[in-house]
């Protein structure tokens, strides 16, 4: 069943297809009819792969599957996803940059329009967040500086907090006179505490459209593109990656787009980069242009 967030997030996409239904009826159409062919089209062909994959679990054609039916609902709006260590209400611009990457594909924030993707980010960042020294100071342990690495490094195994506690102790010799019971509830408060955070967004495709396609040619992107990448004499041959690296990666890159109306960055996700085809990541430059839906499948008011 919908959440309120799904609701609200339908509304608004259903508004901004009305205003471009108004604006340009004739395109609006086309695209509307265009995207539902194609949507149709891969659900039949990857429900027809998905029924031959052999075995128990979640295969790559089964999680083909599930991903075109979770977008059907709503196809032609675009829900991007983020994983983060952190818990937060709003993209926050002043936090560019202390994530994991180096902002290769420019200066934004970063949402993925596989959760796949966002879910490994989600978990290779979920240590991130946990602060230490207070949980040792709470329980009232004092563990050595030898031992914390060792405690980071045997917290990434999934195994019950008893064991890893024996691990601990095992593994170094100055943790080994610290309470067992005391190094357990160090080692729960870490799994309960380090799970890292899911973040349903709303992308509008106003925006989506006004950016900068790093796989594409210049000639078959958005005027604003194109008209940036003619003041600068590049090709209209070559690819947005080019135009890119023209402007630069860094704030300054970013502005010089900003001001030319470019919303952001689209480029094929590591998935789908070798297909040229599929689903993308997202460089976006507004964090105003980004709706946060849910956070772990938790609404956000």
């Known amino acids: 069943m919908p959440t309120l967030a799904d609701i609200y997030s339908l509304i608004d996409s259903t508004k901004r297809r009305g205003a471009d239904l108004v604006q340009n009826p004739m395109a609006s159409l086309q695209q509307m009819a265009g995207y539902g062919i194609d949507k149709a089209n891969a659900a039949r062909d990857q429900l027809y792969q998905a029924t031959e994959?052999?075995?128990i679990g979640y295969g790559p054609k089964t999680k083909a599957l599930a991903q075109q039916m979770a977008g059907a609902y709503n196809p032609i709006g675009i829900t991007t996803w983020h994983g983060s260590p952190h818990i937060f209400q709003k993209f926050d611009m002043s936090k560019l940059g202390t994530g994991e990457g180096a902002?290769?594909?420019g200066s934004g924030?970063?949402?993925a329009e596989n959760p796949l993707v966002a879910k490994g980010y989600q978990e290779s960042l979920a240590g991130k967040a946990f602060n230490l020294k207070p949980e040792t100071e709470r329980l009232g342990i004092d563990l050595p500086i030898s031992a914390r690495g060792e405690f980071m490094r045997q917290a990434q195994a999934k195994l019950p907090p008893e064991r890893l506690a024996k691990n601990l102790q095992n593994a170094n010799i100055d943790s080994r006179d610290l309470p067992i019971d005391k190094l357990t509830e160090l080692f729960k408060t870490y799994q309960e505490k380090s799970g890292g955070n899911m973040y349903k967004v709303d992308l509008p495709d106003t925006h989506i459209r006004r950016m900068l396609d790093?796989?594409?040619p210049i000639k078959e992107q958005p005027a604003v593109v194109r008209n940036l990448a003619?003041?600068?004499?590049i090709d209209m041959n070559d690819l947005g990656g080019d135009l890119l690296a023209k402007v630069g990666k860094d704030e300054?890159?970013?502005?010089v787009m900003q001001d030319a109306g470019i919303r952001g960055v689209k480029y094929l996700d590591q998935t789908s980069r070798n297909?040229?085809?599929g689903t993308r990541n997202f460089v976006v430059f507004d964090p105003n242009h980004l709706t946060i839906l849910e956070r772990n499948n938790q609404a956000i008011k």
């Open 53 to 55: 994959e052999e075995g």
């Open 103 to 105: 902002q290769v594909y």
């Open 109 to 111: 924030m970063y949402t």
């Open 214 to 216: 790093w796989d594409a």
């Open 230 to 233: 003619k003041s600068l004499g």
């Open 252 to 255: 300054a890159g970013r502005k």
């Open 275 to 277: 297909a040229k085809e």
